[in-house]
Nanobody, 122 residues
Framework: VQLQASGGGSVQPGGSLRLSCAAS??????IGWFRQAPGKEREGVACVSADDGTTTYADSVKGRFTISRDNAKNTVYLQMNSLKLEDSAVYHC??????????????????WGKGTQVTVSS
């Protein structure tokens, strides 16, 4: 599966961004987002299962981020509201062969995209 993420940018704290990820095919058990900031470990953000649409989120983004999908367009979205400084990172979309981890990352990650930069600064 080839993945192309877009929608990143710069925003002030409290602002919003919407990320998009276009998948080449609808052939995965789950699709979601992870992020990585310089000097920090990769962190799962949000995930949605392909079969029943169940979503999971990292505790750090619950109530602020929403993952959704449009199967007709093979696209998954990440609506990010109330952004904080600590949300700054490169956001990658990824597919999982097993499903979603409860912490918000795809399990059995088998494909991921190049990523899009999100910068939250005042």
């Amino acid at each position: 599966v080839q993945l192309q993420a877009s929608g990143g940018g710069s925003v002030q704290p409290g602002g919003s961004l919407r990320l998009s990820c276009a998948a080449s095919v609808l052939d995965y058990a789950a699709i979601g987002w992870f992020r990585q900031a310089p000097g920090k470990e990769r962190e799962g953000v949000a995930c949605v299962s392909a079969d029943d649409g169940t979503t999971t989120y990292a505790d750090s983004v619950k109530g602020r981020f929403t993952i959704s999908r449009d199967n007709a367009k093979n696209t998954v979205y990440l609506q990010m509201n109330s952004l904080k400084l600590e949300d700054s990172a490169v956001y990658h979309c990824a597919t999982g062969a097993i499903g979603c981890h409860e912490s918000g990352s795809p399990r059995g990650m088998d494909s991921w995209g190049k990523g899009t930069q999100v910068t939250v600064s005042s």
